[in-house]
């Protein structure tokens, strides 16, 4: 292969690869003895002062948008409406206690689970139900949704932050209920979180008591739940 073909292989193998590329992966990918420093510094070359450039990355080599065109490439959009103190918290315990129930939401935080923070976080995509424990009155579970890992940027439930250390703590490894979290009440309550009233809680129930919503979504026949 010759020299300009090279550095066509090289355009081809980083424009395709997802994550940037070092001289050694690189070397290990083009003919047996191309000078690999060489046609990177060529190829950087022939990308200045393009809109896309050929930059080098931490060790490795990577495409990427000129610094000089970010203004021009800046996604701006509208957040309808920032998430309580009650739903951030909601959330957190469910993306850390999955499959967790409504019940040990409200003993983990200390207070009263609104309806209107459950329908926030079902609206934003980031929560679902679960399926069903094997207990008393079999109460619905939460979990999180692809779109919550989607929009915090994380590869997998292990990314979260913190993981690691509450799990060195042993936070994780207990139940909810028994000291996993701690939460102020006067923090939740200053956001306004009170308890259902007799109408709202008769709604939520005939919700959960729907069986065609669950016949959408995975059940205790599909996933295995705490016994």
Do not use: C
């Not at 090279?6 to 355009?11: G, K, W």
């Not at 420093?37 to 022939?46: F, I, R």
């Not at 990427?64 to 996604?75: E, G, S, V």
Request: aromatic share 6%.
């Amino acid at each position: 292969m010759d020299h300009f073909q090279q550095i066509r292989l090289l355009e081809a193998i980083l424009f395709a690869s997802d994550k940037p590329l070092g001289p050694d992966v690189l070397g290990e990918r083009l003919p047996d003895g191309a000078d690999v420093p060489t046609l990177l510094e060529e190829l950087q070359g022939l990308y200045a002062n393009r809109g896309v450039i050929l930059t080098r990355v931490g060790e490795g080599w990577a495409f990427r948008t000129a610094d000089d065109l970010a203004p021009h490439m800046t996604l701006e959009r509208e957040v309808p409406r920032r998430l309580s103190r009650a739903a951030i918290e909601t959330l957190a315990i469910v993306a850390y206690h999955q499959p967790v129930t409504r019940a040990e939401i409200e003993e983990i935080r200390g207070v009263a689970l609104s309806r209107g923070t459950i329908d926030t976080l079902l609206e934003a995509g980031w929560i679902r139900p679960k399926g069903r424990r094997r207990a008393p009155g079999k109460p619905v579970t939460w979990g999180t949704t692809p779109a919550f890992l989607d929009h915090f940027g994380l590869e997998d439930l292990s990314a979260l932050p913190g993981v690691e250390e509450l799990k060195a703590a042993g936070l994780l490894d207990l139940r909810p209920g028994a000291g996993a979290i701690a939460m102020r009440q006067e923090d939740a309550l200053a956001e306004g979180d009170e308890g259902e009233d007799a109408e709202d809680a008769a709604e939520r129930e005939a919700y959960l008591e729907n069986d065609e919503i669950f016949d959408a979504v995975e059940t205790d026949d599909q996933i295995p739940l705490d016994d």
